[in-house]
């Protein structure tokens, strides 16, 4: 199941500053949305005012119409599941159980796990490639496995919208690619923070470019991304050329010419 996902004018305060000025975007059912800026610009901030960790001092955030940051967290996490930057958690469980964690939402205190559970945590494992993981203990997981368990446990939730921030983190290439394909896969919406601009290039649907906490550019990735905005917002050179096998936009940059020189 997936769903529209509207951000309309939000802003957020933080120590007194304001790190967001007006951010919005419209995501179509199935759509995967990209938020990519430079350190600093707002991805974050903006990821976890969606997910309602933060409160925005203006602006609303609606699925499918119903106000996400209005709705009880419990309710939400039905509809809404996130994969937030290293949120490792030193938890002293086993794999199994950490995932099984994305399936409270549906229970009651102290309600048991069912068949139904152990199907859909077994399947979100293996949708991460992290079956044989399960009988692990959590904490002593390598980085890039602790990043699967983590999107397995927010693919337990069964949410329609998955907000996920910088996901490829201490993933290898192939479970880069798998993380980042896995939205259409399961069919839901996505909203996704990324630093890979050509990763965000080659997933995503409609990119929004923050600069400074403001939204500098709102589009396809070839509406988004020019060399005169990677200088302008990236301080860096490059040209965006066409992938020769996908033919998406692909940025070669110059690491050689950066404009702080
Ligand atoms: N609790 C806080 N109090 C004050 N300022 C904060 C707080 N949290 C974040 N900031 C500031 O808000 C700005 C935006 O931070 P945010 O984490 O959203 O950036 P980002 O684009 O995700 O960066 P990165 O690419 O480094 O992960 C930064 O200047 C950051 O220092």
């Known amino acids: 199941m997936t769903a529209r996902v509207e951000v309309s004018g939000v802003s957020v305060e933080l120590g007194g500053r304001p790190v967001l000025r007006d951010v919005s975007l419209d995501a179509k059912p199935g759509e995967v949305v990209g938020i990519v800026g430079p350190n600093g610009s707002g991805k974050s ?3 976890r005012a969606m ?10 955030v609606r699925i499918d119409g119903l106000d996400v940051l209005k709705t009880k967290a419990r309710d939400r996490a039905r509809i809404l599941a996130a994969v937030l930057q290293d949120a490792t958690g030193d938890f ?4 199994q159980d950490v995932v099984m964690m994305g399936r409270a939402c549906y229970k009651k205190a102290f309600e048991r796990d069912n068949d139904r559970d152990r199907t859909v945590v077994a399947d979100a494992l293996a949708a991460v490639d992290a079956g044989d993981l399960k009988d692990r203990q959590f904490a002593f997981l390598s980085g890039g496995e602790r990043q699967r368990v983590l999107i397995a446990r927010a693919i337990a939730q069964q949410p329609r919208v998955l907000v996920m921030d910088e996901p490829t983190n201490h993933l290898d290439l192939r479970h880069q690619f798998d993380a980042l394909a896995l939205p259409r896969k399961l069919g839901v919406t996505a909203v996704i ?15 929004h470019l923050l600069h400074h906490g ?8 070839e509406e988004v991304f020019d060399s005169a905005t990677l200088a302008e917002v990236y301080g860096v050179a490059g040209v ?9 936009p692909h940025i070669m940059l ?3 010419e950066t404009m702080n020189k």
């Open 214 to 221: 403001s939204q500098v550019r709102s589009g396809t990735p």
């Open 240 to 248: 965006v050329t066409s992938h020769p096998v996908t033919g998406r």
């Open 92 to 95: 002293d469980l086993t794999v």
């Open 45 to 47: 901030t903006l990821l």
């Open 51 to 60: 997910i309602g960790i933060l409160q925005p001092s203006a602006g609303n």
């Open 254 to 256: 110059d690491p050689g």
């Open 193 to 207: 923070a990324l630093h890979d601009l050509n990763l965000a290039a080659h997933y995503c649907d409609q990119l």
